[in-house]
């Protein structure tokens, strides 16, 4: 009988790095994202690259909403201006 779980490649941190954007934006699905989850478990280093782009994501999409909402205002002066 077969598990269920099947053998995990090990992939090199190349290839995990060229993963990591997928991952992070939850486009990395089945066994390219359990191979990278595998080589985080073992890869300090790749680990933290990913703790690292998921910071600056954060980052970055907290001030896209802040300059997004920043265009709505001003946009609505303008609007207003009108009236
Ligand atoms: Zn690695």
């Not at 053998?7 to 066994?31: N, W």
């Not at 980052?59 to 207003?80: F, G, N, W």
């Amino acid at each position: 009988m077969k598990t269920e779980k099947k053998h995990i490649k090990s992939i090199s941190c190349e290839e995990a790095l060229k993963r990591v954007f997928d991952y992070i934006d939850e486009h990395l699905r089945g066994k390219s994202r359990a191979e990278l989850e595998h080589h985080l478990e073992t890869c300090r280093h790749c680990f933290d690259r990913v703790e690292f782009e998921k910071l600056l994501k954060s980052r970055l999409s907290k001030l896209k909403v802040e300059a997004q909402s920043e265009t709505l205002r001003k946009r609505l002066d303008a609007l207003l201006e009108q009236f």
